[in-house]
């Protein structure tokens, strides 16, 4: 039996891309539309403060390119910080989830550093020994929340040691902001395949707390909005 685009049946089992290339309710769609706004202006930003780091470098305004990369570490965290609060804020609202979207374990090809290598492997790994859509689920979200993490700690170290002029080996650290921001680029790319699945999965009733949690605002009239407006329980 062939489904339609759209018309999918409750045993009807979704895949990755049937839940990227689908479209979403309205207010799960203004929803996904501010978070993953807000993730990627952040991220503009500090590629923008990146590339003018590197353009200094460039021209011999060290200087002015190591002032610059304190900037751009701090830009980073905040991007980071975004994203990791998702990964927590989905822990918490799964619980609500009827059942769990099918996720794609992370490839080893899309990232350049040892960092984000070791961890899509790991994962692939554990997506074949896991079962269920659930334990696969969760094990995504913590490994590209943790993944995160080191990602920001391992930038930071080596901005700092541009910034304070103490790296042995500069050049390796140059080098290596720009490896950690491609693998920081697909680590925000992972989380907006995973925030459109996740969405599509949650009841609309319990939108209204994820939105508040995430702090977006909600579409005013939507299930979601007048069930946490009502005092419904999340």
């Given at each position: 039996?062939?489904?339609?685009m ?68 701090e ?21 609500h989830?009827?059942?769990?979207p ?21 994962n ?18 913590r490994?590209?929340s ?11 170290k ?5 910034s ?60 979601g ?10």
């Amino acid at each position: 039996m062939r489904f339609r685009m759209g018309s999918w049946g409750p045993s009807t089992r979704r895949s990755v891309s049937d839940d990227w290339v689908c479209a979403l309710p309205r207010d799960k769609s203004q929803t996904f539309d501010l978070l993953v706004a807000n993730w990627e202006s952040v991220y503009a930003m500090m590629s923008v403060s990146l590339d003018d780091s590197l353009s200094l470098k460039a021209r011999g305004e060290l200087v002015c390119a190591r002032q610059q990369v304190t900037v751009t570490a701090e830009l980073f965290e905040r991007v980071s910080s975004l994203l990791v609060s998702f990964c927590e804020v989905v822990e918490r609202h799964s619980r609500h989830l009827r059942s769990f979207p099918s996720v794609r374990p992370l490839n080893t090809d899309f990232f350049r550093g040892n960092i984000g290598q070791s961890a899509a492997s790991w994962n692939s790994i554990l997506h074949r020994i896991l079962f269920g859509d659930r334990s696969r689920f969760h094990h995504k979200v913590r490994i590209l929340s943790e993944t995160l993490r080191r990602l920001n700690v391992e930038f930071h170290k080596a901005a700092l040691g541009i910034s304070k002029g103490s790296s042995l080996h500069p050049a390796e650290s140059w080098k290596a902001l720009d490896c950690i921001h491609y693998d920081l680029n697909t680590c925000l790319r992972e989380n907006e395949v995973l925030l459109k699945s996740f969405l599509r999965a949650l009841p609309a009733q319990n939108l209204g707390a994820f939105a508040l949690d995430m702090g977006v605002p909600l579409a005013a009239g939507s299930v979601g909005a007048q069930a946490w407006f009502s005092g419904a329980s999340a």
